[in-house]
C-alpha cells in the first residue's frame, strides 16, 4: 500500500469516528505502529489532524480570521445566540471573549437588559457602545489581528480584578480528555484568565467544534459549567458530556 494510500485511510477514519488510535490503525494498514506514528506526523505537519498520544484528533473546522468567521456557519450561530439570552439577566457582570456567536449575543441584546460587559473585542465594544443600559469595560492589550481581540499581559492583568457571573466563551476546538484548545497561544492565555475570573462559564460552540481540538490548552472541559450548541441536546449525542456534569442547551 502506498503511503499516500494509508493517508487517505487514516483521514477517512478520523472523519468517521472523531478519533485513531495507533494499534487499531497498524492492524487496519497492515504496518508497524512506528510507521503509523511517523504517517500521522507527516498529516500533523500538513494541518490535516492533531497528533495525540496514542493517536490522532480532528483539528477544528473551518476559518481563523475574524473576517472570515463572521459568515461562517451563521445560521448555527444565530441558533446559539438566541438560546444563550435567556441566561442573562439584569445586574449581571458578564465577559464577552472575541468570538463571533459572542459578536452575535451582543447584537441580540435586548434594549432594556442592564448589563456590566467586560470584553477584550473591538467588535464586541463597538456595538455595545450604542446599547444604553449596558456598561462596557474595556482590556487593553496588543491587538492580534487575526481575531480583532486585545492580548498580552496588560489585557490578562484587566481580567484579573473582576469576578463576573458569567464568561461567554466561544469555542475553537473541545474534547472530552483534551479539553478546550484554541490555535492561538496568546490568545489561549486571555481566555484561560477570563474563565477564571468567572464563576459560570457557557461555552459557545457548533456542533462541529465537539471532539476536535487544537495546539494551545484552555482549560479542561469539566470546568465549562454549560455547552450552547446548534443541536437539540434530548438524544444520546451528548451523553459523554452530559456524563462530566455539564449542562448541554
Known amino acids: 500500500m502506498l503511503k499516500e494510500e494509508r493517508f487517505q485511510i487514516i483521514l477517512d477514519q478520523l472523519g468517521h469516528e472523531q478519533k485513531v488510535y495507533l494499534g487499531h490503525l497498524s492492524t487496519l494498514l497492515n504496518v508497524s505502529e512506528d510507521t503509523v506514528r511517523r504517517d500521522i506526523k507527516e498529516l500533523a505537519d500538513q494541518g490535516l489532524l492533531k497528533s495525540v498520544r496514542g493517536g490522532a484528533v480532528p483539528h477544528s473546522p473551518g476559518p481563523h480570521h475574524f473576517r472570515d468567521r463572521m459568515t461562517y456557519d451563521n445560521e448555527q450561530k444565530q441558533i446559539i445566540a438566541k438560546k444563550t439570552l435567556q441566561f442573562l439577566k439584569d445586574g449581571q457582570v458578564v465577559i464577552f471573549d472575541g468570538g463571533t456567536s459572542a459578536l452575535l449575543i451582543a447584537q441580540m441584546l435586548p434594549k432594556d ?24 469595560l474595556f482590556a487593553g492589550g496588543r491587538l492580534l489581528k487575526d481575531s480583532f481581540v486585545t492580548i ?4 490578562i492583568q484587566f481580567f484579573k480584578k473582576f469576578r463576573a457571573d458569567i464568561c461567554l466563551l466561544g469555542i475553537c476546538s473541545i474534547h472530552t480528555e483534551l479539553g478546550v484548545t484554541g490555535p492561538d497561544f496568546e490568545e489561549s492565555e486571555v481566555k484561560r484568565t477570563m474563565i477564571e475570573s468567572s464563576r459560570e462559564v457557557i461555552a459557545l460552540a457548533t456542533t462541529e467544534k465537539l471532539g476536535t481540538a487544537e495546539a494551545y490548552y484552555v482549560c479542561p472541559t469539566e470546568r465549562l459549567s454549560m455547552i450552547i450548541t446548534d443541536k437539540e441536546t434530548g438524544n444520546g449525542e451528548f451523553d459523554i458530556y452530559k456524563n462530566l456534569g455539564i449542562s448541554m442547551v
Request: hydrophobic residues 40%; aromatic residues 4%.
Open 113 to 136: 437588559l442592564k448589563l456590566t460587559v467586560i470584553t477584550n473585542s473591538f467588535p464586541i465594544a463597538s456595538i455595545l457602545e450604542e446599547h444604553e443600559h449596558v456598561d462596557v
Open 152 to 155: 498580552g499581559n496588560d489585557c
